[in-house]
């Protein structure tokens, strides 16, 4: 499975961005999908989790009330919407995709990664 992300950027504190990761290669609707985030000088952590199907899905506590993660099987896309920015969101965001049956926040759950979109908040 080939991941590939778009719709990062450099926006204000307050801004929104919807960040796309289009998958290829696979089967998507029989992966779970993630977003991770690796700011500089620290390590990769875990933003955001959805189920095959979308039904369930598993945002990490810091953005719980800001992000919320959405896939679109049809087009083998998931999405990461992010509201009210702050400058603490600037990193690097990968989308993941695993074969876990359930939702996870563990980056071992996942076997597919993409390459990377930049996100830069400005305050």
């Known amino acids: 499975v080939q991941l590939v992300e778009s719709g990062g950027g450099l926006v204000q504190a307050g801004d929104s961005l919807r960040l796309s990761c289009e998958a290829s290669?696979?089967?998507?609707?029989?992966?779970?999908a993630g977003w991770f985030r690796q700011a500089p000088g620290r390590e990769r952590e875990f933003v955001a989790s959805?189920?095959?199907?979308?039904?369930?899905?598993y945002i990490a506590s810091p953005v719980t009330r800001r992000f919320t993660i959405s896939r679109d099987n049809a087009k083998n896309t998931v999405y990461l919407q992010m509201n009210r920015l702050q400058p603490e969101d600037t990193a690097v965001y990968y989308c993941?995709?695993?074969?876990?049956?359930?939702?996870?926040?563990?980056?071992?759950?996942?076997?597919?990664w993409g390459q990377g979109t930049q996100v830069t908040v400005s305050s």
């Open positions: 290669g696979g089967a998507f609707n029989t992966y779970i």
């Open positions: 993941a995709a695993g074969s876990s049956d359930d939702t996870s926040s563990r980056a071992d759950d996942y076997a597919y």
């Open positions: 959805i189920s095959r199907i979308g039904g369930v899905t």
